[in-house]
Every structure is written in C-alpha cells, then in structure tokens.
C-alpha cells in the first residue's frame, strides 16, 4: 500500500461526504468564480508580463507553452522569476507563448485537498484550451504544476511533454545554448520541492483489476507501478548551481527523495498556518547549520513559505529561485 494513495482516498471520501474545511472550502469557492487558488480576480492573473513581447497563445498559437502557475502570477514578489523565464526562453530562441489572463489554474491543489472533480474541470479545461493553441510541451517555473501536469493529467487524457524549467535550462545550458560569464560567489543550499521530487517521477500507465483478498487487503493485478520518489527530477537544478562559476552548493541533512517538506503544500499553508510556519522553521534550521548564506529552491510555494518563515524571525538567510542566480550568472 501507498500511504499517500490511502491519505488522498480519505480526502475523496470525506469531501464527497461534505465534510470539508471551511478555510478550505472558501478557496474552491474563489477557484470556481476565478480560476486561481490565490484568492484573487481572473483579470489580474496576466499582470506579470506587462511589457513583455509574448505570444498571447489565448489568441495565437505555438507549440511550447509557459504556463507560470497561480503563485507566482499573484505574488509581485515572485514575478522576477516568471520574468527572468521569458528572457531565458527568448535568448536560447525558443518559440513559446503564455495564456496571460486565459491561464488557469492546474487543479493540483484542489485534488491533494480531496475536491476531485474541482481537479477534473480544470484540466479538462486547460487540455482544451492548448489543444486550440497547438501546444505539444508545457514548461512551468512551478513544481506544483510540474507534478499535476507530469502524473495527475494523464490520467485525464493529456499526452503532451510537460518540463519543469530546471529541466529545460539544464538542457539548455549542457548544449551551449546558455553561457554562464560571470561569478556568484556565494554559498547556498538548495532545497527540494516535494512535488519536484519525490511527487515528480513519470507517469506509467497501468491496466489491470484492483481485487481484495478476504474483502479486505487491496491488491492489483498485474501489480501497479509502485511511485517511491526516487526517479524525481533532483540532478538538473544541481546541476545549473554546479555549473555557476563561484557558487558553492552545500548539500543539508536530507534531500532528494528524504528532503523535509517546506510546510506550503496541499492546502496546509491555508487551513494550518502555524503548523505550516513552523515546518519551514525547520527546513530553515537544517538549511542554516549547513553555513549557506541562501537556500535555493524550484518552486514559488517553497520560496514563498520560506520567505515569510525568515521574514517574522528575522532572519539573514536569502531565498533564491535557481533561474535568479542563473540570471546573476549571465548578465
């Protein structure tokens, strides 16, 4: 048995029976009327590239797609990022384009809180909405989207290639296409989101019968592919902070498939704030006793949590987002 397969199972059942959390519940309401989780208006989702030439893939078409993902598109403090992104893509002539104001959210968030068929809406309309647009690869600067758009849209019929940006930098930079001239001389740390990691692996398809020995224990013939967080994507953003001239990467305690959550994810942060702060604390502890000036992620949730984390300790620690120091290493 998969215990986090058990766990969303449960949260199925429990909302299909209405017991939801309220705090919960008021944000699938907003994600219904707006299409994001950030509690904010639909109109203002695109406000992020203001001033950038992108293809509006809502009005024209191609055949990569940046889709930046409800964080960062509503926290100003992380447009940087989205930014940066765009400039990455053009310089190593990439011909993509965004949904701007059209973009949706994944649904991600809305299946880890057990609201399955809020899920199912929105990637069925974000499938349609590429398929118009002649879209073949999805790259996304946010791990939660990576995940649901990698192992969850699937299921739901999409067959598109889908790269987080680490990936796609990291390719960008094995074949020349970036160059890195300048150094960072800093050391840092870097952390591994969960939905990049361990929840990154590729989907297998599987056929079989779910059959139950004395009406009981679950098994599955042929048995089901088994996800253990091990074939996750961990090398390509190491291998970006290796290849910057003059950083340092320090590696915590636990990382990889092991790494300790930021405390953001699965509506925790919403319904548990405490509970949520105090889990970065703890990333951030781990990540201080290494001697890093900065933690490093790949991911606006993880960045984000640890930013306010630092913030109300008042604390020294830096946040980056591995395309901020590429960025550092090329101008």
Not at 251 to 262: G, K, N, P
Not at 315 to 320: F, H, R, S
Request: proline letters at 5%; glycine letters at 8%; a positive charge.
């Amino acid at each position: 048995m998969e215990p986090l397969q058990a766990m969303r199972g449960l949260r199925f059942r429990l909302v299909e029976d209405g017991q939801v959390l309220p705090s919960h519940m008021a944000v699938i309401e907003r994600l219904r009327k707006e299409a994001n989780m950030m509690m904010k208006p639909k109109a203002e989702r695109g406000r992020w590239s203001d001033g950038l030439d992108i293809k509006d893939l809502a009005k024209e078409k191609a055949e990569v797609l940046f889709h930046v993902g409800c964080r960062t598109c509503y926290d100003d403090e992380l447009w940087k990022v989205a930014r940066i992104a765009v400039s990455l893509l053009k310089k190593a002539g990439v011909d993509f384009g965004i949904m701007g104001n059209k973009e949706a959210c994944c649904g991600g968030r809305a299946f880890h809180m057990g609201y399955r068929g809020d899920f199912t809406r929105c990637a069925q309309r974000n499938i349609e909405a590429w398929t118009r647009a002649g879209v073949k690869t999805v790259v996304t600067s946010c791990s939660d989207c990576f995940h649901t758009f990698k192992r969850l849209y699937p299921e739901a019929g999409f067959k598109s290639d889908v790269f987080h940006l680490v990936e796609f930098v990291d390719r960008l930079v094995q074949g020349s296409n970036i160059k890195f001239v300048k150094p960072v001389n800093m050391r840092v740390t870097y952390h591994d989101p969960c939905h990049l990691g361990r929840q990154g692996e590729p989907f297998i398809p599987w056929k079989g019968k779910e059959k139950k020995i004395y009406g009981q224990m679950v098994v599955y013939d042929p048995p089901k592919p088994r996800y253990n967080g091990a074939l996750g994507i961990y090398e390509p953003p190491r291998n970006i902070l290796k290849a910057i001239p003059g950083l340092d990467l320090v590696e915590m305690e636990r990382i990889r498939e092991y790494a300790w959550c930021c405390g953001a994810g699965g509506g925790v942060v919403d319904a548990y704030p405490n509970f949520s702060a105090w889990t970065a604390n703890e990333r951030i502890t781990e990540a201080t006793s290494t001697g890093a000036q900065a933690i490093v992620s790949a991911c606006p949730w993880c960045e984000r949590n640890f930013l306010d984390a630092i913030s109300r300790a008042k604390g020294g620690l830096k946040v980056y987002d591995v395309i901020e120091l590429v960025q550092q290493a090329i101008c």
